[in-house]
Structure formats: structure tokens, C-alpha cells
């Protein structure tokens, strides 16, 4: 897979599709493109493979409208993500208003023991309303008090901390948490006089 999938939540996920989210010049957006979206999409199980193929066609056709479409899923997922970390009243309604439209394209349908958005068109803002739908549904959830952002100073990945003591600190143990351990272990040997 080509995106990190760690957060618990395919939601917070697609939040973390940008590196160094803190980082400043540093930030590194992952979603350049409408093909990354429609790939971030399959990956995440939020289309299928059928409809990718449809979409990526569409593209092809109209990259103007697809570009768009690309700028206002970046747009709800920031959003998102100021609503859900600063609290910020403003992208909430923004995230709302967004949510107003991408339920107006579906109808609410029965599948199995459960009810669902069904999209009934598949067109290039299918991803956008798709998206919208879940990034609202996330910011419902019952568990965000389990909600945290990594303890690099500039990472910014987001997830659930689903560990029984809620005491995870890093996005991913094994990248932010192993240089994170080893920048506090060099800066220790210094505080003592030793050279690393």
C-alpha cells in the first residue's frame, strides 16, 4: 500500500496524508493529484476498483474539473481536521455545508442489516462526497477522547490511541517514536559533556 493507514480510523487516515504536517516548509502534500485521490479511495476501501477505473477515465477527460475536485477534498479534509483540533467553529460549518451537498447526490439505502449512502451517479466528485460523509461520521464518534497527534514537534499525524493505558506517544513506534528515543538519548549524552 502507498498510504500509511495507522490512525484507527480510515478517516483520520486520509488526515494523514500529509507528511510533516507541522513541519512548516518542511510539509509534504501526498494527495497532488485526482489519480492519488482515487488511489488513497481504493486503498481505503471507500471505492472500488470498477469505480476507480471509471473515475480515472473521467479525468482523463476533464483534468480542469478534476484538479477542482482534488483542491476541495484537500479543503474537507482540512476542515476536518481544524475542527477536530482547534475546536474551530468556522471549519465545522464549512465542513457542514460540504456535507449538506455531498448527501444531496445519495440516497439512504438498506444493504444487508444496515443503512448506507448510496451514490447515484458515479462522476469525478464522487471521492468529495464519499469523503465528506465519512469525515462527518468521524467527527461523531463516540471515542475521540481517544484522539491524539503525535508527540513529534513536527510530524502532526493523527490516531486513535487504542492502547489499554492510552499512553501511546507516536504516530508510528518504529519512525517518529525510534528517532524521537534517539534525538532525547543524544541530547542527555550532551547535557553530561559525553560526544554521541
Not at 473515475?55 to 484537500?74: N, P
Request: net charge positive.
Amino acid at each position: 500500500m502507498r498510504f500509511g493507514h495507522i490512525a484507527g480510523d480510515r478517516m483520520l487516515d486520509l488526515v494523514n496524508t500529509v507528511a510533516w504536517r507541522l513541519g512548516g516548509p518542511e510539509r509534504v502534500e501526498a494527495l497532488k493529484t485526482f489519480a492519488d485521490i482515487v488511489e488513497w479511495c481504493t486503498e481505503s476501501g471507500l471505492m472500488s476498483t470498477g469505480e476507480a477505473a471509471t473515475l480515472r477515465d473521467l479525468a482523463s477527460r476533464d483534468g480542469a474539473r478534476a484538479e477542482r475536485e482534488r483542491e476541495q477534498i484537500i479543503e474537507a479534509r482540512e476542515r476536518a481536521y481544524r475542527a477536530l483540533f482547534d475546536d474551530d467553529p468556522e471549519a465545522a460549518a464549512g465542513l457542514a455545508s460540504m456535507y449538506r451537498a455531498a448527501i444531496a447526490t445519495a440516497d439512504l439505502v438498506r444493504t444487508g442489516d444496515r443503512w448506507q449512502w448510496q451514490d447515484r451517479d458515479t462522476d469525478l466528485r464522487l471521492p468529495r462526497d464519499r469523503i465528506v460523509r465519512g469525515l462527518v461520521a468521524l467527527t461523531q464518534r463516540d471515542d475521540l477522547d481517544r484522539l491524539h497527534q503525535c508527540e513529534d514537534a513536527k510530524c502532526g499525524w493523527v490516531y486513535l490511541d487504542t492502547s489499554p493505558r492510552r499512553n501511546r506517544r507516536w504516530c508510528n513506534t518504529k519512525d517518529c517514536g525510534d528517532r524521537n528515543r534517539a534525538r532525547a538519548y543524544y541530547a542527555r549524552q550532551k547535557a553530561k559533556g559525553h560526544q554521541p
